[in-house]
């Protein structure tokens, strides 16, 4: 059996819109742990057998929503407090770009998102971290490229 191709934790970056256009993506400086979740809603609907009313039914799901959400946290960088406050504060989604990076490809997820919180925190004596949590708004399309 083949070993897996695994990568590291710096190989899945989020990266934040400097406003400019075209696009100019920045990776904000100090996150040391990202989650990126891909969820789906569903909706159920229960399946009768015709053949034989009594059976028990079994419960169908149809797709009715996708959804990304991006989490992370790390120490709370001077560098980059200023792009994630913008974003927190902004009444609108900013343009988000989540790259994975794999040996022979990187897959490349591009969209609006909403900062859904931004959590700051210290303890005396200790640096100072920061935590934050987006939601996709619309879709979140996939490319990928070869690395």
């Given at each position: 059996?083949?070993?897996?191709?695994?990568?590291?934790?710096?190989?899945?970056?989020?990266?934040?819109?400097?406003?400019?256009?075209?696009?100019?993506?920045?990776?904000p400086c100090g996150?040391?742990?990202?989650?990126?979740?891909?969820?789906?809603?569903?909706?159920?609907?229960?399946?009768p057998d015709c053949?034989?009313?009594?059976?028990?039914?079994?419960?169908?799901?149809?797709?009715?929503?996708?959804?990304?959400?991006?989490?992370?946290?790390?120490?709370?960088?001077?560098?980059?407090?200023?792009?994630?406050?913008?974003?927190?504060?902004?009444i609108d989604s900013?343009?988000?770009?989540?790259?994975?990076?794999?040996?022979?490809?990187?897959?490349?997820?591009?969209?609006?998102?909403?900062?859904?919180?931004?959590?700051?925190?210290?303890?005396?004596?200790?640096?100072?971290?920061?935590?934050?949590?987006?939601?996709?708004?619309?879709?979140?399309?996939?490319?990928?490229?070869?690395?």
């Open positions: 059996m083949a070993q897996a191709t695994t990568i590291k934790g710096g190989k899945i970056r989020v990266m934040l819109s400097d406003g400019a256009s075209p696009a100019v993506y920045v990776a996150l040391t742990q990202r989650s990126v979740t891909l969820s789906k809603n569903l909706n159920e609907v229960t399946i053949t034989d009313p009594d059976k028990v039914d079994w419960i169908g799901r149809d797709a009715a929503s996708l959804s990304m959400s991006i989490s992370g946290e790390g120490v709370l960088a001077s560098e980059s407090i200023v792009a994630w406050l913008d974003a927190a504060e902004s900013v343009d988000v770009k989540v790259e994975i990076e794999f040996p022979v490809t990187t897959y490349i997820y591009t969209g609006k998102m909403q900062v859904e919180s931004l959590e700051i925190g210290a303890n005396n004596g200790e640096r100072a971290t920061i935590s934050i949590s987006m939601q996709s708004d619309g879709e979140m399309v996939r490319t990928s490229e070869a690395t």
